[in-house]
């Protein structure tokens, strides 16, 4: 089997489980959900050793072929990197919920549907090679999330984190989807190999900045960057699963997924390689120094990977930098991309860890709010020693992963000033300074959330239930993660070869040709050099920020409200919604001929304009019929007759004048010899007059007391141009044939191809026979309406009719 039909695998295996979650009640729906991530992550295992080595797979399937539009599976080090979070995690994912989701009382189905529909939408971002189909699964990724955070939409909270995630990572999208048009136009293709081959040719294109702010804002959005972050700590509400999954190793990556695999196309611009890299300290630094203002252990993690993003969105603008140092250079800028990716991997371990211990805490104490906790590391011996060995890791300590990346993050960073293009050798000063500052508050809030929740006293009288240990099977996924933690420690450079390294090669291939041209040896002790020396900045100023923590933590409320991003959200939201419900208000009359107003003047102003636009008007009598005297006789009783409806003071009147110009018409019919309109015309004029008439008979008559219409200029004026326009696109239609009349194909193949006589009744039957079968269907339709109607006022008439005999 194609590997491009393994993206579809989880969706396929969700059509499945509603049915297992009726019919085996007994078994825990997740143990059945198990299978589909395991699988998954083991059939991509056998990639890695082709691809460690340079190589790259493609496998394909036609989706629109009208507009060549594909889904294409391209495998190489970055996309199998990705594939394996999503799928590994995946795993971990799924077991650690088939014991913190109750079998009884959740809705089971529904949280493995969209988990599933999620982890095909994940696949296909990061295999896509075709933009359209990789827009196509980027918003299934966000409608996905939406149903996974809405999950208990019962609560008034997880309903608007959902409608804020979906709003703010769908604009993203939408943005991203016009940096894709661009893109398309630019490079005449939609393939994202294709485009990273003539990069070059591109940043010469005047567009060429403006796709690039449209991808970034796609990517900001989706990855929480600065100012669109206030989306994440919202969805927090969603189940803890979710959480592990989502916003620490897979969907909040996405933007980063992104920004990595454009890299080759935009890092020739000072553009992206300021906002990626200005964007990522900025975010890291807000995301780490709110963090502590945090009281729910979710909220705090939620903060701490806002931050955590922005230190690899950094990394990725300054690997960016390479692109202009020269290959020959041993420059650091060759590293930072490594520094990204390696981050990326421990950040996914760490974080995913410790948001399944605040699951657990939650689980077993009842609540999640920080103030109500501490005291758990005797009664929670094995989910304390998880805690610490993630939250030192985020904090940068050995002997844990997150040491090596940290400090490969510092050398990235205080090599920016050395970088003199783009002013980065003047304003670069700054990077290092916040990269240290924001490191330290990572610190801080790392030893918060593990020491504030499992030292100091215990408070069961504020815990809503007896605080004990997690089940053991609650347990295994995130001991399997704080094992890698420590584990990658000691041999890093087994992740750096076999994973990071042919991920790079992807993000710089105008450095690299295959993984074995990477000459970096990951190391913790390289001697004391500045990196060190900040270290241990970090640590002491770290500790006596923690230390007095309870000193100057009341200075966060010292912050204005009214004046924050989710308040600017807040009133965005309420604005819209009212400016909305205004505007409906104002237009919806509930009068059918205020929207015909509407409709036609829009018809007017838009098919005038055009046409005067286009120069398309054009009017020539040359080849038009003279006009015959009856044939003006007849015109004018149809205009006599339109006049007379409108001002006749008798209903009966009206009528009569209706059915002239109705039978006006079908004399027109006659006169062009159109024997079967012309009766088609007659048929239903006087069917349509008999109607009239039968209501007439249920009408008052009109008398000199009933109030008449006014005459409104208004209406006048637009029935005037409805006239007129039709009028002007009728002869320049006429006088102007772009394309020869179709009648002339007609004419010629309406009996040998159709094998009739009458023109009419073959285009009818034959060549728009679908027209005429939906009609029917159409009519058909309307009949069962009317039929119901008839059946219900009949039964309601017997209901009537019993009650009132009893």
Known sequence: MSFVYFIFIPMLAALVIPFLYKKVRGIHTGWFVLAVPVILFSLYTTFLSKVKNGESFTSSFEWIPSLNISVTSYIDGLSLLFSLLITGIGSLVVLYSIFYLDKTREQLHNFYVYLLLFMTAMLGVVQSDHMISLYFFWELTSISSFLLIGYWYKRDRSRF????SMMITVFGGLMMLGGFVLLSIMGDTYSIRELIASAPELANHEWFVWSLILILLGAFTKSAQFPFYIWLPDAMEAPTPVSAYLHSATMVKAGLYLVARFTPIFASSEWWIWLVTGIGLLTLF??????????????????????????????????????????????????????????????????????????????????????????????????????????????????FNGFLSKEMFLTGMLSLPEFNLFAFDTWGILFPIIAWIASVFTFVYSFYFVFRTF??????????????????????????????????????????????????VAIQPYLYDVPEDIHIHIKAWHGPNIELWMTIGIVLLGYLLYATLSKWQPLYNKFPQGFTLNRLYDTMMFLSEVGTNRLTRFYMTGYIRSYLVYMFTGIVLLTISTVFIKEAFDVSFAT?????????????????????????????????????????????????NAPDLALTQLVIETV??????????????????????????????????????????????????????????????????????????????????????FEIAVLAIASLGI????????????????????
């Not at 984190?161 to 804020?164: E, Q, R, S, Y």
């Not at 044939?631 to 209706?658: C, H, M, N, P, Q």
């Not at 039929?787 to 009893?806: M, W």
Request: a positive charge; charged letters at 15%; proline letters at 4%.
């Open 787 to 806: 039929i119901a109607l008839i059946q219900l006022r009949l039964t309601k008439k017997k209901e009537v009719n019993r009650i009132e005999d009893k």
């Open 286 to 399: 807000w995301g780490s120094f709110f963090a502590l203002k945090q009281t729910d252990l979710k909220g705090i993690l939620a903060f701490s990977t806002v931050s955590q993003l922005g230190l690899i969105m950094s990394l990725l603008g300054a690997g960016a930098i390479s692109f202009h140092t020269g290959i020959e250079e041993d420059s650091i800028f060759k590293y930072a991309a490594f520094a990204a990716i390696f981050h990326l991997v421990n950040h996914a371990t760490f974080k995913g860890s410790l948001f399944m211990i605040a699951g657990i805490v939650d689980h077993e104490t009842g609540t999640r709010d920080i103030r109500k906790l501490g005291g758990l590391m005797s009664l929670m011996p094995i989910s304390f020693t998880i805690a610490l060995i993630g939250s030192f890791s985020m904090a940068g300590l050995p002997p």
């Open 161 to 164: 984190g959902a409608l804020k």
């Open 688 to 773: 349509s007059v008999a109607l009239f008439l039968l209501a007439f008979y249920h009408l008052p008559k009109l008398n000199r007391h009933e109030n008449r219409m006014k005459f409104r200029l208004g209406n006048a004026l637009v029935a005037i141009g409805v006239g007129v326009t039709v009028t002007i696109v009728a002869l320049s239609a006429h006088s102007q044939k772009l394309v020869p009349s179709i009648s002339s194909y007609y004419e010629k193949t309406v009996y040998k191809e159709a094998g009739g006589g009458n023109i009419v009744n073959v285009i009818l039957v034959d060549y728009r026979g679908f027209d005429t079968l």
């Open 455 to 504: 030292t100091g006293k215990h408070k069961p009288d504020l815990l809503p239930k007896q605080a004990h240990e997690a089940p053991i099977g609650m347990l295994i996924s995130p001991a399997i993660l704080g094992s890698l933690v420590v584990a990658i420690f000691f041999i890093p450079n087994v992740i750096g070869d076999v994973l990071v390294k042919p991920a790079v």
């Open 624 to 672: 038009l019929a003279p006009i015959r005297f009856y044939e003006l006789i007849i015109a004018l009783v149809l205009i006599a007759g339109t006049l007379t409806i409108l001002l006749a003071k008798s209903r009966l009147t009206a009528i009569i004048a209706l059915g002239a110009v109705g039978y006006s018409v079908a004399l027109f019919f006659v006169i062009f």
